[in-house]
C-alpha cells in the first residue's frame, strides 16, 4: 500500500459517519441505476422481442417507392413539360411473377418466407354482415414466418390446408355474429364473388382489432374470391437474425424493385420513443448519482479544511503538490469504488424482487411478471458512472489542498 493511500484511509476512518453517509449515498445511487435501468431496458426488450414475434421482419409489398416517370419527361430532363389527365394504366394488382421471388428470397440463407394475399370481404351469417380483411395462405409457409399457429384456440391452420373451403376466424367476430367451429358462412368479395365457407379454426390474439377484423383462407381460394390469379400482393419475411432485417430489406428492394419494409422501418416512431425515454431515464438515474457526489464533495473539502496543517508539514517535508492531490483524490475514488460494491449488491437485490412482483394490466385475464435485465452492461455503466462522478467531486478539494503554501499555514498556527 503506498504512502498516499494510507494517508486517504486514515482520513476516512478518522470521520467514520461522514464517510459512512457518503457510501451510503453512492450505494443507493448505484443501486436505483441498476433497478430503474433493469426496469427501463427490461421493458423495452419485451416490448421489441412483441413487436418481432408478432409481426413480420421484413414485408414486401405491391408498391414501389418511387413511381416511374412518363417516357416524355425522362426523355426531356429538366424541360417545360406539363402532363395533364394522365391516368395509370388498369391492370390487376398484385406482386408479378411472385412465385419465382419467392424461390430467390427462401435461397437466402436464415430468411423464411410465405406469400399472403390480402383483401376486403364482407362475411355474412344469419342475416348479419362483418366487413373483414380476408388473408390468403399457404399454411406451411405461414407457421415459419408468423405466430398465428400459435394463437389458435380451436382447429389449427393445416385444417385450411385439408380443407379448400375452410375459414379461420378470431373469436372475437365469432362471438359477435354467434358462430362457432363448423357452421358455414357466405364470404363475398368486393367483385360479386360469394362463397360459402366452414369454419375450420379460431384464434384469439387479445388485439380486438384483429380478433374481430381477420380471417385466414387458402391461398388459392383467396385469389379466386378477389380475381387475381395467381397473384400475392404481400410477401412476408422472418429471419433468424432480426436485427440485420434492414440491409436485407434494402438488397431485396434492388433486385426485385418492390417496395421492401424492415420492421425497423415500420416502427421508427415506436423505436424513436424508446430512445427518447431511454434519454429521459438514464438522465434522471445519473442526477441521483450526481446528488450523491455532493456528499463527497463535501465530506474532502472538510477534511482538506481541518487538515490543512497537516498538509503544510507534509509539503514541507518533501511531498509535491501532485502527491497531495493524490491523497484526496485517491479518498473520492475509495468511496466510489466501495460505494458501487455496496450498491451492485443491493442493486441486483431490488431487481431480484422487481422480478418477482407480478401485475395484471387492465383487460388481461393472466397476470405478469415485470420484465427485468440482467445484463452486466448496466452494472458497470453504473460503477463507472458513481466512481467517475466521485473522483470529479473530489478534484476540486484535491486541488484545492494542493495549492497550500506550507508557510503561509505554518506561520499562522505559529502566530
Not at 113 to 126: E, W
Not at 230 to 235: E, H, K, P, S, V
Not at 285 to 301: E, K
Amino acid at each position: 500500500m503506498t504512502l498516499e493511500l494510507r494517508i486517504a484511509l486514515t482520513h476516512l476512518t478518522s470521520r467514520k459517519r461522514q464517510t459512512v453517509m457518503s457510501l451510503l449515498g453512492i450505494a443507493l445511487g448505484v443501486a436505483f441505476f441498476m433497478a430503474v435501468s433493469s426496469l427501463m431496458r427490461g421493458s423495452e426488450r419485451d416490448f421489441i422481442k412483441r413487436l418481432i414475434d408478432s409481426a413480420p421482419h421484413i414485408t414486401i409489398s405491391d408498391e414501389v417507392r418511387s413511381p416511374p416517370q412518363p417516357p416524355v419527361v425522362s426523355f426531356y430532363p429538366g424541360g417545360a413539360v406539363a402532363l395533364r389527365g394522365l391516368k395509370p394504366r388498369t391492370e390487376t394488382r398484385g406482386i408479378r411473377g411472385y412465385k419465382q421471388k419467392l424461390a430467390w428470397i427462401a435461397a437466402q440463407r436464415g430468411v423464411r418466407v410465405a406469400p399472403v394475399l390480402s383483401g376486403q370481404a364482407i362475411l355474412t351469417f344469419a342475416g348479419k354482415e362483418q366487413g373483414i380483411t380476408l388473408n390468403g395462405i399457404v399454411p406451411q409457409l405461414m407457421q415459419g414466418v408468423s405466430d398465428i399457429d400459435e394463437k389458435i384456440v380451436a382447429g389449427s391452420l393445416d385444417a385450411v390446408a385439408s380443407n379448400p373451403n375452410g375459414i379461420i376466424i378470431g373469436r372475437g367476430l365469432a362471438r359477435k355474429l354467434y358462430l362457432d367451429m363448423g357452421d358455414n358462412v357466405t364470404v363475398s368479395s368486393p367483385i360479386g364473388q360469394v362463397r360459402s365457407m366452414k369454419i375450420v379454426g379460431l384464434f384469439e390474439t387479445g388485439t380486438t382489432a384483429i380478433d374481430e377484423g381477420h380471417g385466414y383462407v387458402l391461398l388459392k381460394r383467396a385469389q379466386a374470391l378477389f380475381g387475381r390469379m395467381d397473384r400475392a400482393n404481400r410477401l412476408v419475411i422472418q429471419l433468424d437474425d432480426p436485427y440485420a432485417a434492414p440491409q436485407l430489406a434494402a438488397a431485396i428492394e434492388a433486385r426485385i424493385g418492390y417496395r421492401s419494409e424492415s420492421w425497423q422501418e415500420a416502427s421508427q416512431n415506436l423505436m424513436s420513443v424508446l430512445l427518447i425515454r431511454n434519454i429521459i431515464m438514464y438522465s434522471v438515474v445519473s442526477a441521483i448519482l450526481v446528488v450523491a457526489s455532493f456528499g463527497i464533495f463535501n465530506v474532502i473539502s472538510t477534511v482538506v479544511m481541518e487538515k490543512q496543517r497537516d498538509v503544510a508539514i507534509l509539503k514541507s517535508i518533501g511531498f509535491h503538490a501532485r502527491d497531495v492531490q493524490r491523497i484526496f483524490l485517491a479518498e473520492g475514488v475509495l468511496i466510489g469504488a466501495v460505494g458501487s460494491m455496496l450498491g451492485v449488491g443491493l442493486g441486483y437485490g431490488l431487481i431480484a424482487i422487481l422480478g418477482v412482483v407480478k401485475i395484471q394490466p387492465p383487460g388481461m385475464t393472466d397476470a405478469i411478471n415485470l420484465p427485468v435485465y440482467w445484463g452486466l452492461d448496466q452494472l458497470a455503466l453504473a460503477a463507472l458512472f458513481a466512481v467517475g462522478s466521485a473522483t470529479i467531486a473530489a478534484y476540486l478539494p484535491a486541488r484545492k489542498a494542493g495549492r497550500v503554501y506550507p508557510v503561509d499555514i505554518l506561520r499562522g498556527g505559529m502566530a
